[in-house]
């Protein structure tokens, strides 16, 4: 599986070089190690991770100096692939 997303800015600027993480989420009880990874988007603001095609939830979060952080949970239910698109906001003086 993927997965995808963009990274913007007001007023819908693509966001190069914020930090992108991915953690899986494995179910409670689970044996399983969670999977955790991290990426810088491109100049296009766009990132992706390849996950396992398992049926996983995994958070995703982008921060960037200046900007408010951001988290979202996405699920993957097997080879496919999954966007998840983000809106910096800049952080309150």
């Given amino acids: 599986g993927v997965v995808a997303g963009t990274i ?47 049926e996983m939830h995994y958070k995703v979060s982008v921060q960037a100096k200046g900007f408010q952080s951001q988290e979202k949970t996405v699920e993957i239910r097997g080879e496919e692939r999954v966007e998840a698109t983000f809106m910096l906001q800049e952080e309150s003086k």
């Fill in 8 to 54: 913007f800015r007001e007023p819908g600027f693509a966001f190069p070089g914020a930090t992108v993480k991915i953690v899986s989420l494995p179910e409670s009880g689970s044996s399983e190690k969670p999977l955790k990874e991290k990426t810088v988007s491109n100049e296009r603001g766009e990132f992706a991770f390849r996950v396992a095609p398992v």
